[in-house]
Structure formats: C-alpha cells, structure tokens
C-alpha cells in the first residue's frame, strides 16, 4: 500500500527557468505565511513572508504571492540555480486561539534544477 | 551571522532509555520551539517555550516529553523513554519575540532501536 508522506511533489526545471512552487494552506485564521527551504541534513532555512494583509512579496529572486480566497500561496523563484535545488515547505502562523505562534508546516515540494 | 546550534548531531538510543536533546539559541531571542520531522514528512510542532514555561503545546508531546531552560543559553527536549516511533529529526528554532521570523538550528537526528 501507499505510504503516505513518503513521497514529495517533486518540480524539475532546467537551470535559469523560473520556478512556482504552491502550497495550500488548511486555516483560514492564519495572519502570516512562511516559505522555507530545507537543504538535505539541514533545518529549516527562511526564504521569504507574508502577512495576510498583503497579496504579493518580493525578495531577491522570490518573489510570493498570497490568494486568501482559495488559501493558497505560491513561491516563485526566477532564473532558478542549481543551489536552489532543495525542499521547500510553506509554514502558516496563526494569531488564534491562543496560539503562541508555532508554525504549522505543509507537506514541501522537491525542487531539482537540471544544470 | 548568530545561529541556533544543537548537539548532538546524531544520537542512537535503544527503546525505553532517556535522551536528552540540546540546544542553544540565538542569544537575544525569547522564544523556543521544538520541532520533529519524520524521514520523508513534514515538519511537525512539539512545544514553544517562553518565560521559561511551556506556551504550547502539541498533541505529540505527550507526558514522555519535557523541556527545560537549565541556564541562560541552553534549552534541552528530554523524552524520558524512547519509544522506535520517537526516531526522527528533532529541529530547535528559537525567535526574538512571537511575531518574528523563527531560526533554525541543523537539528539533531534520533535514531531509537
């Protein structure tokens, strides 16, 4: 039988493509987003945020976009390189509940970058 | 650049022993989290920790857990007895205050056999 979580959405791309990446997340609550990037045998690394009250976020070649109709949030990152090559998780916060802020952390995505 | 550390970076047990996981925190941060990731699954919250008491919790850190700010730089998980579905990467991230961005350390692999 199928084992789940064992096996990732894996995205391929040839290197200087852009890439998206999309998460959904479960809790319509949730005030701030978080994309990560998880290298083999590393924690969690911070790429980029977003707060709810926000649609759209740019960083240094991420860029995310935020669509709280449908809960979904998307990581672009352009020109991608083969150091990009990683898994990246999207994370939720949120300011409920009494919830002291921990993150929830969606299934990630592999992205591998063909030189 | 300040960062989160954690040791050990490997720790192999057998089932029913006690470990110990540590971690020192980014020294101005107030928060502290523990976090597990199954090989293969997503990130999981276990517990945050704040004026050295437990702000919450999850329903996976269960009675065999404990966390515990023994001095001014260390902030250690304690699983009293392990338990094979225990072995996983343990994550400690820490923030400066709730709102902010959480920090990671390289995480400690647990192996229980």
């Known amino acids: 039988g199928e084992s789940v979580g064992l096996h990732l959405p894996t995205l391929s791309v040839q290197e200087g493509d852009n890439s998206i990446i999309n998460c959904a997340y479960s809790n319509s609550a949730s005030d701030y987003f978080i994309w990560y990037k998880q290298e083999s045998g590393k924690g969690p690394q911070f790429i980029i945020d977003i707060r709810s009250n926000m649609d759209k976020r740019q960083g240094q070649r991420v860029t995310v976009l935020l669509n709280k109709t449908v809960k979904h949030l998307s990581l672009q990152i352009a020109a991608t390189q083969p150091g990009d090559s990683a898994v990246y998780f999207c994370a939720e916060k949120g300011n409920y509940g009494g919830s002291q802020g921990n993150l929830i952390f969606g299934k990630g995505t592999k992205l591998s970058v063909k030189p | 650049e300040p960062e989160v550390t954690q040791t050990p970076s490997h720790q192999v047990t057998q089932m029913g022993q006690e470990v110990i996981l540590r971690c020192v925190p980014i020294s101005n941060h107030l928060y502290f989290y523990w976090y597990r990731q199954i090989l293969g699954q997503k990130v999981e919250f276990l517990v945050s920790f704040y004026n050295n008491e437990i702000s919450e919790k999850s329903e996976i850190f269960d009675d065999q857990f404990s966390v515990e700010r023994p001095d001014g730089s260390n902030f250690t998980l304690k699983i009293r007895s392990t338990k094979l579905e225990d072995s996983a990467m343990y994550f400690c991230?820490?923030?400066?205050?709730?709102?902010?961005?959480?920090?990671f350390g390289p995480g400690t692999r647990l192996t229980v056999t």
């Open positions: 991230a820490s923030s400066e205050n709730r709102a902010g961005e959480q920090y």
